[in-house]
């Protein structure tokens, strides 16, 4: 009898922990984040695993609560330790991220490796990713992929994300194009803006499939629409040159503006070019220069370029060789051949500074590493006026900047 007694309190207990449960869940629903905290505390203290998870989200996410990262880990860990597979992947990322407790990869890998062996497609894919950067233990690629696998084909997406990556690079499975384009184009088809826009590029170059200007044209649109700014300058340059598409310069304007305003300076660069040539709009020299100069002062080395010659030249606006020398040089030392060329010419003949055949000679040493052969004749005609000596430091110099502009593409700053 006794026995039976307790059995009976034991399920109302349990009965009255599931009923604040609920409560907690509608009126977490309903967004009353007070109320949820109240209903899911007497239910988590009872010893309810989802009102314990959704207690460590809940001080995750500062709902109805300080923010409070070493609670949350507590509830979590009161859950997970019961099985909850949820909280289980939850503490992994806790632990993975250092979170409310210190950075420890091998907690991390001990939860995820709990939630996933219940089949959670979230923790598949966490699990996956500490393999594939060694988080803790052993790197190991081919793993990596085959737990993306588990995670993908229960459709979560970053999962989906990681194998096209897999097979893109061959880590782990042989480089397989193909299959790494059916993975994108399922997460592409999902309306992922950054797949739509990659998926844009491989019809557009042709990887993995046939080159299809058409079908560039229609993944770019849609990353477009979900605001990538990469996709309108892509979108831009098909309307440009009439890629899949009916030649529409008006539009690519259109598009080119856009994204300038956001600050892409391939965009700034072309709608420079737009207004130098008059090209879907009236031609503006004040307006092809103000965005010349936008993208040149920011780092684009074409528009630098462009932007030298302008003044240069003297026609479009009052010549100015002072501003020329200014953007040639930053040009030049983004590694842009004809910029190197043009600052070792005016060295040489002494346009806009004063004349200096080591640095011409140094300039000129750069730009002929190219194989111009214009460059390297006016370098073997500069060095036979130098000294033997003028010529090694010269070189020491050229080596130098070359040092430099190495520097600028290992850090991926260069627009090339």
């Given at each position: 009898m006794r026995d039976k007694l307790l059995s009976l309190r034991d399920a109302f207990k349990q009965t009255i922990s599931d009923q604040n449960y609920e409560y907690g869940l509608?009126?977490?629903?309903?967004?009353?984040?007070?109320?949820?905290?109240?209903?899911?505390?007497?239910?988590?203290i009872s010893g309810n695993i989802e009102a314990q998870r959704y207690l460590g989200i809940m001080h995750i996410l500062a709902l109805g609560v300080e923010y409070n990262p070493a609670e949350a880990v507590q509830w979590f860990h009161r859950a997970a330790q019961q099985g909850e597979t949820i909280a289980q992947n939850s503490l992994g990322i806790l632990y993975l991220e250092g979170c409310g407790v210190t950075q420890d990869y091998?907690?991390?890998f001990k939860w995820f490796q709990l939630s996933a062996a219940n089949r959670l497609k979230e923790a598949q894919n966490q699990l996956g990713v500490m393999f594939e950067q060694g988080f803790g233990i052993s790197q190991n690629d081919a793993e990596a992929v085959r737990l993306y696998r588990l995670s993908a084909?229960?459709?979560?997406?970053?999962?989906?994300?990681?194998?096209?990556r897999m097979y893109r690079y061959g880590k782990g499975v042989s480089q397989d194009y193909s299959e790494s384009l059916r993975w994108l184009r399922l997460v592409a088809d999902k309306d992922d803006a950054i797949a739509q826009f990659l998926l844009a590029e491989h019809y557009l170059n042709g990887i993995g499939t046939t080159i299809n200007f058409e079908k560039a044209a229609h993944w770019y649109k849609l990353a477009s629409r979900q605001g990538s700014v990469k996709a309108r300058v892509k979108l831009g340059l098909i309307y440009d040159n009439g890629l899949g598409v009916k030649k529409d310069h008006t539009e690519a304007l259109k598009l080119y503006i856009s994204a300038a305003k956001e600050g892409d300076l391939e965009a700034q660069y072309r709608v420079a070019a737009m207004f130098l040539h008059g090209n879907g709009t009236t031609a503006s020299i004040s307006e092809a220069v103000g965005w010349y100069t936008a993208a040149a002062d920011a780092g684009h080395e074409d528009a630098q370029h462009d932007l030298a010659e302008i003044y240069y030249d003297g026609k479009l606006v009052p010549k100015d060789l002072r501003n020329a020398v200014k953007y040639f040089e930053m040009a030049a030392s983004r590694g842009l051949v004809q910029a190197q060329k043009k600052l070792?010419?005016?060295?040489?003949?002494g346009i806009g500074l004063l004349q200096d055949f080591v640095l011409a000679y140094a300039w000129l040493n750069i730009a002929a590493k190219s194989g111009d052969f214009d460059c390297i004749a006016l370098r073997n005609t500069v060095s036979e006026k130098m000294t033997q000596q003028q010529v090694e430091v010269a070189q020491r110099i050229a080596n130098e900047y070359n040092e430099r502009i190495n520097s600028i593409y290992a850090r991926g700053e260069s627009n090339f």
């Open positions: 509608t009126a977490y629903r309903k967004k009353d984040y007070n109320t949820a905290l109240i209903f899911f505390r007497k239910a988590a091998h907690e991390a084909e229960q459709g979560y997406t970053p999962a989906q994300f990681n194998l096209f070792g010419t005016m060295y040489f003949e």
